[in-house]
């Protein structure tokens, strides 16, 4: 048992150390101050403001009890090691390697949240999908990361609506933005950002030949608070059209999509899942805020072409990831060379091992 002692004690080591930033006393004090807060009679009197300090509540609430949790797990499981159990019980060492492996799978997660810092990383977030160089694979490639993303949305229970999708002519999409809403939402999924790369027997190819496709994803931050940012009416350009795709009753005879393009930046946003063309406008509005809040805070010429989807191309060179499922297996982020062979995992939204070492990253510059 002596490897597994050593085992959890680098884990006690990292979560102590871990536990002193995280300040849970300083948690518990912020909690308190709400609570406060929250019991005067006129407190929902501003329901926006009310939401958020509940939700904050909330969420600094599950903080403190999955630290706690983790502490309290760590020191019974020190307890019952000390008792010195011989390696000859291989049932016990089974089952205490497997709890091992689970408390630093769990407290990997905790971790990452202590990298999420940045002004916008605990908010939700914006996607957009386009399908690059590739044809009808490019097009069911864009759709594959569409699902991608989705599962692994699902499995944090963060909650996704599809603004805007344009379907492919023989299979796929062509493009989809949808909006993720959750905690560290941004913070997460701006690791995806960049040009995923597929390898692979098409399916589309009655020869069976090997094909690449590419796709671009780009992540914005959802910004909550009012953007400061003054849009005059003649610098925009609103076109409406009829929504395509499923929709319900009505949605492919009234003009209720919105396209708006904004001329001095040339940036274009569109939405047409919404119900009615008033709350289409609105959801694009505020995708084109967020996109001119970061383009204007940009000072680089590169960044801002990236945002008007006109400086990476998604083709050769200018991959991000890669998948590989011909002739081998494999999925590697050429940023952090992190890789793996589980690529049906991965594309069944099990991405958290390469957002984990693309933060770990950041950190190292």
């Not at 150390?17 to 004090?29: H, I, P, S, T």
């Not at 990361?145 to 499995?155: H, I, Q, T």
Request: aromatic share 8%.
């Amino acid at each position: 048992m002596n490897d597994l002692k050593q085992q959890l004690k680098e884990l006690q080591k990292r979560f102590t150390e871990a536990f002193v930033l995280v300040n849970v006393e300083k948690l518990k004090e912020t909690i308190s101050k709400n609570q406060i807060l929250m019991s005067q009679p006129n407190f929902w009197n501003n329901q926006e403001e009310a939401k958020k300090i509940s939700r904050e509540v909330s969420d600094l609430e599950n903080d403190v009890e999955q630290w706690e949790n983790m502490k309290k797990d760590l020191s019974d499981t020190r307890e019952m090691l000390e008792l010195d159990i011989e390696d000859t019980s291989v049932n016990m060492r089974e089952e205490f390697e497997k709890h091992l492996a689970v408390m630093e799978k769990e407290f990997s997660i905790l971790e990452i949240a202590l990298f999420l810092s940045e002004e916008y990383d605990k908010g939700s977030t914006i996607i957009s999908i386009n399908a690059g160089s590739g044809g009808t694979d490019a097009q069911d490639w864009a759709e594959m990361l569409l699902r991608m993303y989705l599962r692994f949305c699902e499995s944090k229970n963060w909650k996704t609506n599809i603004l805007n999708i344009s379907s492919g002519g023989e299979a796929g999409i062509k493009s989809v933005q949808f909006e993720v809403s959750g905690r560290f939402a941004y913070g997460h999924l701006k690791a995806e950002g960049g040009v995923h790369r597929l390898v692979r027997i098409s399916p589309f190819d009655a020869d069976k030949m090997r094909h690449t496709s590419f796709a671009m994803v780009e992540v914005l931050p959802q910004i909550e608070t009012e953007v400061q940012i003054e849009i005059k009416s003649d610098d925009l350009k609103i076109d409406t059209f009829k929504a395509g795709g499923h929709g319900g009753q009505g949605v492919n005879t009234t003009d209720s999509a919105v396209r708006i393009k904004h001329i001095p930046t040339g940036i274009v946003v569109q939405c047409q899942n919404e119900r009615s063309q008033v709350q289409n406008k609105d959801k694009a509005m505020s995708v084109l805020k967020a996109k001119l809040k970061i383009y204007y805070e940009t000072e680089i010429e590169e960044e801002r072409q990236k945002l008007r989807g006109e400086f990476t191309e998604a083709a050769w060179g200018n991959q991000v990831r890669s998948y590989v499922l011909h002739p081998y297996k494999m999925v590697k982020d050429h940023r952090t060379n992190h890789e793996t062979d589980r690529v049906d995992k991965v594309l069944d939204g099990d991405l958290i091992e390469f957002i984990e070492a693309y933060l770990r990253k950041l950190q190292e510059k």
